[in-house]
């Protein structure tokens, strides 16, 4: 096949479910060798690796938890012995523990910042480190390394009952913008993508719920909830060189949920 990345190594974190599975499946399928991180439920990660492949494309699984530095240095180890190099890091993993403000734990705030925001900070930054020696001595007309940050429509929709996860995605709108002014004049380039309501395991609860999900489409404008494909492949437009003059930018998908929706029939 001749697809966008052909012979280009992708590292997806989080890639076991939802949205991440979706982007190295999407990935793989232009010729992408993605590199599946996981970090637990191995058999999810295996599925993956097989869908992929029947894609016709290269994978491996690494189990890696990307809030732990040890742990993401191992996952680019293992990224380089099978492949030598690294083009993209979609940097996904990400999840919820949910509680009014009131009763929220420390605990409870630290585990979320730990892994949504501080897992982004060590991954983008030994992708970037990894840019750099690959680079040395190398001229490119276009960028030497793409970042692909997961964030969320809650970086600019406050959201009641999940503080700290609305401060983590918050949290990465100033991170990958800081970064990419930082890396842009190395010729890496750094965005976001910002989801609204898409299916996936982390809203389960939302969109099995008719209730919920008649609820949960007042919000979202064009009138449907988002597939993981939906964002798969904004994500891999961002990765490719199609979007060489993109950098610092989010890209919102999610139907029109950061329209104000409600101000749609007043008067
Ligand atoms: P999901 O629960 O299906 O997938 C989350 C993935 O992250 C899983 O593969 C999980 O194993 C992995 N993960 C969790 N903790 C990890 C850790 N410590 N180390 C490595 N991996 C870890 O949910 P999803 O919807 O696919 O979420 C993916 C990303 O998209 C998250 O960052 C989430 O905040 C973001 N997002 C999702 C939506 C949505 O509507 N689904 C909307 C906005 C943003």
């Known amino acids: 096949s001749q697809g966008k990345f052909e012979n280009q190594t992708v590292i997806v974190t989080g890639a076991s479910s939802g949205l991440g599975k979706a982007c190295a499946i999407h990935m793989a399928g232009q010729g992408a060798n993605v590199v599946i991180n996981y970090h637990s439920g191995k058999d999810k990660a295996e599925e993956v690796l097989?869908?992929?492949?029947?894609?016709g494309g290269k994978g491996i699984i690494v189990k890696a938890d990307v809030s732990k530095e040890d742990a993401v240095l191992k996952l680019y180890e293992a990224t380089l012995k099978e492949?030598?190099?690294?083009?993209?890091?979609?940097?996904?993993?990400?999840?919820?523990?949910?509680?009014?403000?009131?009763?929220?734990?420390?605990?409870?705030?630290?585990?979320?910042?730990d892994i949504n925001l501080t897992g982004q900070f060590l991954c983008t930054r030994e992708a970037a480190r990894q840019f750099m020696k690959q680079a040395k001595g190398k001229k490119s007309s276009t960028a030497i390394g793409k970042m692909v940050m997961m964030s969320s429509v809650h970086d600019i929709i406050p959201w009641a009952g999940h503080i700290n996860y609305a401060a983590s995605k918050g949290g990465i709108l100033m991170l990958m913008r800081s970064i990419a002014q930082e890396l842009a004049p190395h010729k890496i380039r750094v965005n976001a993508v910002s989801p609204g309501a898409i299916k996936t395991a982390i809203?389960?609860?939302?969109?099995?719920?008719?209730?919920?999900?008649?609820?949960?489409?007042?919000?979202?404008?064009?009138?449907?909830?988002?597939?993981?494909?939906?964002?798969?492949?904004?994500?891999?437009?961002?990765?490719?060189?199609?979007?060489d003059y993109v950098n610092g930018e989010t890209i919102y998908i999610d139907g029109g949920m950061t329209l104000y929706p409600e101000f749609s029939d007043n008067g």
Not at 97 to 105: E, I, Q, R, S
Not at 205 to 233: F, H, M, S
């Open 50 to 55: 097989e869908e992929v492949e029947k894609k």
């Open 83 to 113: 492949y030598g190099k690294l083009d993209v890091l979609v940097s996904n993993a990400g999840m919820q523990v949910d509680a009014p403000f009131l009763d929220m734990t420390l605990d409870q705030w630290q585990k979320v910042i």
């Open 203 to 243: 809203n389960k609860d939302v969109w099995e719920d008719e209730e919920k999900a008649k609820e949960l489409l007042k919000l979202i404008p064009y009138q449907r909830i988002g597939v993981a494909e939906d964002v798969a492949k904004a994500v891999a437009w961002l990765a490719s060189d199609e979007s």
